[in-house]
Every structure is written in C-alpha cells, then in structure tokens.
C-alpha cells in the first residue's frame, strides 16, 4: 500500500463485485459515485457531520460530483478510494478522490461540493467552526 499524501487523508479498500460490471465487461460507470459516496461518509463521520445531523439535523446535501474515467476496472479488482478536502467555503466544501487499482494505477478521479444543511429548516447554513476544525485537524492543516 503506498502512503498516503495531502490531500487524501481517508482511504477505504473496496474489492469489485461481478454484478457491479456492464454488459461491455468492465465496471459500470455509476458504480464509481457510489465508492466516492463510501468514503465520503467515512470522512463526514470523522468530521462529526453524520453526529450533527443525527442530533441536531445539520448535515450535508451533495451540490455538485464529477468523475474523470481513466482506466476501465474489471471483476476481480480490488480497489482502494481515497478522499481529502481541498476547499472550505461559507456554506460549502469540497472533496476530491482518487481510485487506485492493485497495481497503484490511478484508475479514476472526481470531486464532490457539500453544502451545509438544515433538514429541519430547508435551507443552507454556514460550515460550522466545529466541522471547519474537524477537518483541519484530519487534514492536518
């Protein structure tokens, strides 16, 4: 396993499961979001927004993801997804990722916008200080 560098502080191994595939063979291009969305609730939960969310109803809402396609992935990979963040706004911040192959082949990379959200209240709020703090210290900023 290579080390992991700035900006990605989180990883997760994922192995490719067989239904995950297309009938071209190779991994479906949705399944891609759905490692990024796997790690990226590993990081919420280190930064306390799935604590939040669950006590006072602040969480995140997903404004905005990409996915850049680099290599195709077949059955029986086994991948790891890393994660970091490399903005903190008002309201928002963003994460990038990185999928790497057994071989540490970059095969896909993508971003992700969080907004802050009260679910209770239907609109954005601010980052707290708390989850701006959270993610420093797991940045190691």
Known sequence: MSPLHPPF????D??????????????????????FENVRMYFLEQIGVLRSHQEQGIGVILATTTC????????????????????????????????????????????SVQVMYDYKAYHKVPVT????RAIADLQRL
């Not at 499961?17 to 009938?23: I, K, R, V």
């Not at 059955?75 to 994460?95: E, K």
């Open 9 to 12: 502080v989180l990883e997760i």
């Open 68 to 111: 850049q396609f680099l290599k195709p992935v077949i059955w029986p990979m086994h991948l790891r997804v890393r994660t970091g963040c490399t903005a903190i706004g008002n309201t928002s911040f963003t994460l990038v990722y990185e999928v790497l192959d057994e071989h540490d082949d970059v095969v896909a990379t993508g971003s």
């Open 129 to 132: 200080p708390e989850v701006r």
């Open 14 to 35: 994922i192995p490719v499961a067989w239904g995950e595939q297309d009938a071209f063979g190779h991994l479906n291009n949705v399944v891609q979001f759905r490692y």
